[in-house]
Protein backbone atom coordinates (compact mmCIF):
# COMPACT_ATOMS: atom_id res chain seq x y z
CA UNK A 1 0.00 0.00 0.00
CA UNK A 2 2.63 2.39 0.63
CA UNK A 3 4.19 2.35 -2.59
CA UNK A 4 1.14 2.81 -4.46
CA UNK A 5 0.72 6.03 -2.24
CA UNK A 6 3.96 7.17 -3.54
CA UNK A 7 2.63 5.95 -7.17
CA UNK A 8 -0.50 8.20 -6.26
CA UNK A 9 1.55 11.13 -4.48
CA UNK A 10 4.18 11.26 -8.12
CA UNK A 11 1.06 11.04 -10.41
CA UNK A 12 -0.94 13.94 -8.25
CA UNK A 13 2.28 15.92 -8.85
CA UNK A 14 2.26 14.90 -12.78
CA UNK A 15 -1.50 15.68 -13.41
CA UNK A 16 -0.93 18.80 -11.25
CA UNK A 17 2.00 20.37 -13.46
CA UNK A 18 0.19 19.32 -16.60
CA UNK A 19 -2.79 21.43 -15.72
CA UNK A 20 -0.91 24.22 -15.32
CA UNK A 21 0.57 23.54 -19.04
CA UNK A 22 -2.55 23.22 -20.35
CA UNK A 23 -4.17 26.03 -18.88
CA UNK A 24 -1.34 27.83 -20.43
CA UNK A 25 -2.10 26.16 -24.34
CA UNK A 26 -2.96 28.30 -27.47
CA UNK A 27 -6.22 26.40 -26.70
CA UNK A 28 -8.13 25.47 -23.69
CA UNK A 29 -9.93 22.19 -23.97
CA UNK A 30 -12.63 22.09 -21.32
CA UNK A 31 -13.07 18.37 -21.34
CA UNK A 32 -8.94 18.26 -20.83
CA UNK A 33 -9.46 20.78 -17.94
CA UNK A 34 -11.98 18.31 -16.40
CA UNK A 35 -10.25 15.17 -17.08
CA UNK A 36 -7.07 16.99 -15.33
CA UNK A 37 -9.58 18.04 -12.53
CA UNK A 38 -11.43 14.63 -11.92
CA UNK A 39 -8.09 12.82 -11.53
CA UNK A 40 -6.55 14.99 -9.23
CA UNK A 41 -9.58 15.31 -6.92
CA UNK A 42 -9.73 11.41 -7.09
CA UNK A 43 -6.16 10.86 -6.01
CA UNK A 44 -6.23 13.39 -3.65
CA UNK A 45 -9.56 11.83 -2.10
CA UNK A 46 -7.53 8.52 -1.74
CA UNK A 47 -4.43 9.52 -0.30
CA UNK A 48 -6.57 11.44 2.31
CA UNK A 49 -8.88 8.66 3.08
CA UNK A 50 -5.48 5.93 2.64
CA UNK A 51 -8.06 3.84 0.71
CA UNK A 52 -7.94 2.83 -3.03
CA UNK A 53 -4.45 2.46 -4.24
CA UNK A 54 -5.14 -0.51 -5.92
CA UNK A 55 -7.95 0.61 -7.88
CA UNK A 56 -6.21 4.11 -8.76
CA UNK A 57 -3.02 2.85 -10.15
CA UNK A 58 -5.34 0.44 -12.05
CA UNK A 59 -7.50 3.88 -13.26
CA UNK A 60 -3.85 5.70 -13.79
CA UNK A 61 -2.79 2.53 -16.00
CA UNK A 62 -5.71 2.39 -18.00
CA UNK A 63 -6.03 6.16 -18.64
CA UNK A 64 -2.10 6.59 -20.04
CA UNK A 65 -1.44 3.30 -21.55
CA UNK A 66 -2.97 5.36 -24.63
CA UNK A 67 -0.45 8.01 -24.45
CA UNK A 68 2.30 7.08 -25.94
CA UNK A 69 0.33 6.85 -28.89
CA UNK A 70 -1.60 9.80 -28.28
CA UNK A 71 2.04 11.59 -28.40
CA UNK A 72 3.55 9.96 -31.53
CA UNK A 73 0.27 11.45 -33.51
CA UNK A 74 1.26 14.61 -32.32
CA UNK A 75 5.05 14.37 -32.47
CA UNK A 76 4.34 12.92 -36.71
CA UNK A 77 2.28 16.05 -37.36
CA UNK A 78 5.00 18.49 -35.84
CA UNK A 79 7.27 16.35 -38.21
CA UNK A 80 5.18 17.27 -41.66
CA UNK A 81 3.42 13.58 -41.61
CA UNK A 82 0.21 14.37 -41.07
CA UNK A 83 -1.70 13.32 -43.87
CA UNK A 84 0.70 9.72 -44.55
CA UNK A 85 0.35 6.31 -44.17
CA UNK A 86 2.51 6.25 -40.87
CA UNK A 87 -0.08 8.29 -38.81
CA UNK A 88 -3.07 6.92 -40.11
CA UNK A 89 -1.67 3.97 -38.30
CA UNK A 90 -0.47 6.35 -35.50
CA UNK A 91 -4.48 6.89 -35.26
CA UNK A 92 -5.58 3.75 -35.79
CA UNK A 93 -3.09 2.26 -32.62
CA UNK A 94 -4.01 5.03 -30.25
CA UNK A 95 -7.80 4.96 -30.96
CA UNK A 96 -7.75 0.87 -30.78
CA UNK A 97 -5.39 1.20 -27.53
CA UNK A 98 -8.05 4.07 -26.34
CA UNK A 99 -10.84 2.21 -26.76
CA UNK A 100 -9.83 -1.30 -25.43
CA UNK A 101 -8.76 0.56 -22.26
CA UNK A 102 -11.12 2.89 -21.61
CA UNK A 103 -13.81 1.26 -22.71
CA UNK A 104 -13.31 -2.10 -21.70
CA UNK A 105 -11.48 -1.67 -18.74
CA UNK A 106 -12.59 1.66 -17.74
CA UNK A 107 -16.36 0.42 -17.01
CA UNK A 108 -15.41 -2.32 -15.13
CA UNK A 109 -13.11 -0.47 -12.47
CA UNK A 110 -16.01 1.99 -12.58
CA UNK A 111 -18.42 -1.09 -11.40
CA UNK A 112 -15.26 -2.73 -8.75
CA UNK A 113 -14.73 0.70 -7.09
CA UNK A 114 -18.65 1.88 -7.71
CA UNK A 115 -19.42 -1.86 -5.68
CA UNK A 116 -17.10 -1.85 -2.50
CA UNK A 117 -17.79 0.53 0.21
CA UNK A 118 -15.74 3.56 -0.89
CA UNK A 119 -16.07 7.00 0.49
CA UNK A 120 -18.52 8.28 -2.13
CA UNK A 121 -16.35 11.34 -3.55
CA UNK A 122 -14.26 8.69 -4.71
CA UNK A 123 -16.95 6.96 -6.18
CA UNK A 124 -17.98 10.10 -7.93
CA UNK A 125 -14.51 10.89 -9.31
CA UNK A 126 -14.93 7.27 -10.70
CA UNK A 127 -17.98 7.72 -12.17
CA UNK A 128 -16.11 11.22 -13.53
CA UNK A 129 -13.40 9.68 -15.06
CA UNK A 130 -15.43 7.06 -16.99
CA UNK A 131 -17.83 9.67 -18.23
CA UNK A 132 -14.34 12.07 -19.69
CA UNK A 133 -13.22 8.70 -21.19
CA UNK A 134 -16.89 8.13 -23.05
CA UNK A 135 -17.12 11.45 -24.10
CA UNK A 136 -13.18 10.78 -25.53
CA UNK A 137 -14.31 7.93 -26.98
CA UNK A 138 -16.77 9.43 -29.16
CA UNK A 139 -14.74 12.47 -30.17
CA UNK A 140 -11.78 9.25 -31.25
CA UNK A 141 -14.48 7.36 -32.81
CA UNK A 142 -15.70 10.31 -34.92
CA UNK A 143 -12.10 11.38 -35.78
CA UNK A 144 -11.47 7.81 -37.32
CA UNK A 145 -14.43 7.65 -39.58
CA UNK A 146 -13.41 10.63 -40.56
CA UNK A 147 -9.54 10.11 -41.32
CA UNK A 148 -10.78 6.39 -42.89
CA UNK A 149 -13.45 8.13 -45.01
CA UNK A 150 -11.39 11.03 -45.93
CA UNK A 151 -8.55 8.01 -47.09
CA UNK A 152 -11.20 6.48 -49.41
CA UNK A 153 -12.71 9.07 -50.91
CA UNK A 154 -9.27 10.39 -51.91
CA UNK A 155 -7.71 7.17 -52.62
CA UNK A 156 -11.30 7.08 -54.89
CA UNK A 157 -10.70 10.63 -56.80
CA UNK A 158 -7.40 9.69 -57.36
CA UNK A 159 -8.33 6.34 -59.40
CA UNK A 160 -10.92 8.35 -61.05
CA UNK A 161 -8.31 10.42 -62.50
CA UNK A 162 -6.04 7.98 -63.44
CA UNK A 163 -8.11 5.87 -65.10
CA UNK A 164 -10.02 9.40 -67.72
CA UNK A 165 -5.48 10.07 -68.03
CA UNK A 166 -5.76 6.82 -69.79
CA UNK A 167 -8.49 7.13 -72.09
Not at 80 to 108: E, H
Not at 113 to 134: C, D, E, R, W, Y
Amino acid sequence: MVEQMKALAVSLSYLIYDLICCLFDKQFSLDNFFHHLVSIIGIVAGLAYQRCGSEMAAALWITEVSSPFLHLREILKELGYKDTDLNLAADISFAAIFSVARMGGGPYLAYVTLSAHNPFIIKGMAVGLQLVSTFWFYKIARMVMYKLTKRTTSATKEADINHKREY
